[in-house]
């Protein structure tokens, strides 16, 4: 595997990875994708935007947590096993402890309404962040071969079929990501058979 | 509640975890309802309640949701100990419950994405990669703002919940625009719900 540029910015070492997806871990609060797209692209730069968005498709399809996925890949990407083992242990071993200690010392005190009511609050927040994680990666497809109306069009259908209909995400990914891939292979043949045209 | 798990009983928990596994494309949380069905109505090891708390707190800790997977083990651990206070026992039940569970659902993902990602960039050149990289960009845009969406209308509807639902634009507003820590947003949210004014 050919390592990116050395003058981009990346994980210095595996203790790097594991301090790094422990601190993003440690600040998801209903989902850990806002924190990861605001650390790892905009704060440390180790992904620009579209690799994020391309690293995050394949994470999404693959089977198992999301952002586990991605921080086992960057991982790897890095420092091969072991750095995807450090990335995974980042992001799930203080978590874990706090979840244990949260489960011990808040079961019986869970219903109070003041607890309920600051759930309620975060839970609204979390909902703004996704949202906004997503309003944001939009910028990426600038470079999209798809073009900005077919994009469009493949977005407003996912849209339409998980948010309004709640289809389930397995047939969204088959059916409209198929399609979507499909037809970006299609142009991607056509660029590379002009630019062969002498 | 207090049950008796033989060796054998042990070994189907962390099988069936295995297997649900590699079916959980979207995250952990879309097998939950045959979480539920396996260990609440067919094998009793869990209560109602049990299920739906371990949920619900994980949520509320830092990290990934799939971390939820480990607070039903614990309970599992702890039903078969009788207790939380059956002491160093019911802490090392617990604990057993929480590792197989927790590697029954993570090995099978991890192992794959490890893999699969692993091809995917060794062989980004190619195509098929590319094409599906780039195709499915507006999907997971599309995705990520659909799943603000069913976060935001869990809520209920904006009409009688607009206060929740304000908290939940102005946050996505101030995400995309600003450069604002989130864990003030999420604080934030906290208190106004904590306060009782949304």
Redesign the interface.
Same mark, same amino acid.
């Given at each position: 595997?050919s390592a990116p540029p050395a003058t981009r910015a990346h994980p210095t070492s595996k203790t790097d990875l594991f301090v790094s997806f422990s601190l993003l871990?440690?600040?998801?609060?209903? !989902?850990?994708?806002?924190?990861v797209q605001?650390e790892l692209v905009?704060k440390k730069q180790w992904l620009t935007r579209e690799e994020f968005?391309?690293d995050? #498709?394949?994470?999404? $399809?693959?089977?198992?947590?999301?952002?586990?996925?991605l921080s086992?890949?960057i991982g790897?990407?890095y420092f091969g096993?072991r750095g #995807?083992l450090a990335a995974?242990a980042g992001?799930?071993t203080?978590?874990?402890l706090? &979840?244990?200690a949260?489960?011990?010392l808040?079961?019986g005190i &869970?219903d109070q309404?003041?607890?309920?009511? &600051?759930?309620?609050?975060? *839970?609204?927040? #979390?909902?703004?962040?996704?949202? &906004?994680? *997503?309003?944001?990666?939009?910028a #990426?497809?600038k470079q999209?071969?798809?073009g900005a109306p077919?994009?469009?069009t493949?977005?407003? $259908?996912?849209?339409v079929a998980? !948010?309004l209909f709640?289809v389930p995400?397995?047939w969204?990914?088959l059916v409209?990501?198929g399609a979507?891939?499909?037809?970006?292979?299609r142009l991607?043949?056509q660029v590379?058979a002009q630019s062969e045209q002498p | 509640m207090s049950l008796t798990l033989t060796a054998a009983d042990w070994l189907t928990l962390w099988v069936h975890f295995m297997s649900l596994s590699l079916l959980a494309v979207g995250g952990a949380i879309t097998t939950a309802p045959d979480m539920h069905r396996y260990l609440v109505v067919e094998q009793h090891w869990l209560t109602d309640s049990q299920f739906t708390s371990s949920i619900a707190l994980a949520q509320v800790s830092p990290g990934p949701n799939v971390l939820f997977v480990a607070l039903l083990g614990w309970n599992v651990g702890l039903n078969a100990a009788g207790g939380l206070g059956a002491g160093v026992v019911a802490w090392g039940y617990g604990l057993l419950g929480v590792t197989l569970c927790m590697l029954g659902i993570m090995i099978p993902s991890t192992t794959l994405t490890f893999a699969a990602a692993r091809w995917g960039h060794q062989n980004r050149e190619l195509r098929a990669v590319r094409a599906f990289k780039q195709g499915m960009a507006p999907i997971v845009i599309a995705l990520l703002v659909a799943t603000g969406w069913i976060l935001a209308s869990g809520q209920g509807s904006v009409a009688e919940h607009w206060p929740l639902w304000l908290v939940t634009v102005g946050s996505a507003v101030l995400v995309w625009k600003t450069r604002l820590h989130l864990l003030v947003l999420l604080g934030a949210g906290g208190i106004l719900g904590w306060m009782g004014w949304v």
């Amino acid at each position: 595997m050919s390592a990116p540029p050395a003058t981009r910015a990346h994980p210095t070492s595996k203790t790097d990875l594991f301090v790094s997806f422990s601190l993003l871990a440690l600040q998801g609060f209903g !989902g850990v994708l806002a924190v990861v797209q605001r650390e790892l692209v905009e704060k440390k730069q180790w992904l620009t935007r579209e690799e994020f968005l391309e690293d995050w #498709a394949v994470a999404q $399809i693959l089977p198992g947590p999301n952002v586990v996925n991605l921080s086992l890949m960057i991982g790897d990407r890095y420092f091969g096993m072991r750095g #995807a083992l450090a990335a995974l242990a980042g992001m799930l071993t203080f978590p874990l402890l706090i &979840a244990l200690a949260v489960a011990i010392l808040f079961a019986g005190i &869970a219903d109070q309404p003041q607890i309920q009511g &600051a759930l309620r609050g975060m *839970g609204a927040v #979390a909902a703004g962040l996704i949202t &906004a994680t *997503g309003l944001k990666l939009i910028a #990426a497809l600038k470079q999209n071969p798809l073009g900005a109306p077919v994009c469009w069009t493949f977005a407003a $259908i996912t849209f339409v079929a998980i !948010g309004l209909f709640r289809v389930p995400l397995v047939w969204v990914l088959l059916v409209v990501g198929g399609a979507a891939c499909v037809w970006t292979y299609r142009l991607l043949g056509q660029v590379t058979a002009q630019s062969e045209q002498p | 509640m207090s049950l008796t798990l033989t060796a054998a009983d042990w070994l189907t928990l962390w099988v069936h975890f295995m297997s649900l596994s590699l079916l959980a494309v979207g995250g952990a949380i879309t097998t939950a309802p045959d979480m539920h069905r396996y260990l609440v109505v067919e094998q009793h090891w869990l209560t109602d309640s049990q299920f739906t708390s371990s949920i619900a707190l994980a949520q509320v800790s830092p990290g990934p949701n799939v971390l939820f997977v480990a607070l039903l083990g614990w309970n599992v651990g702890l039903n078969a100990a009788g207790g939380l206070g059956a002491g160093v026992v019911a802490w090392g039940y617990g604990l057993l419950g929480v590792t197989l569970c927790m590697l029954g659902i993570m090995i099978p993902s991890t192992t794959l994405t490890f893999a699969a990602a692993r091809w995917g960039h060794q062989n980004r050149e190619l195509r098929a990669v590319r094409a599906f990289k780039q195709g499915m960009a507006p999907i997971v845009i599309a995705l990520l703002v659909a799943t603000g969406w069913i976060l935001a209308s869990g809520q209920g509807s904006v009409a009688e919940h607009w206060p929740l639902w304000l908290v939940t634009v102005g946050s996505a507003v101030l995400v995309w625009k600003t450069r604002l820590h989130l864990l003030v947003l999420l604080g934030a949210g906290g208190i106004l719900g904590w306060m009782g004014w949304v």
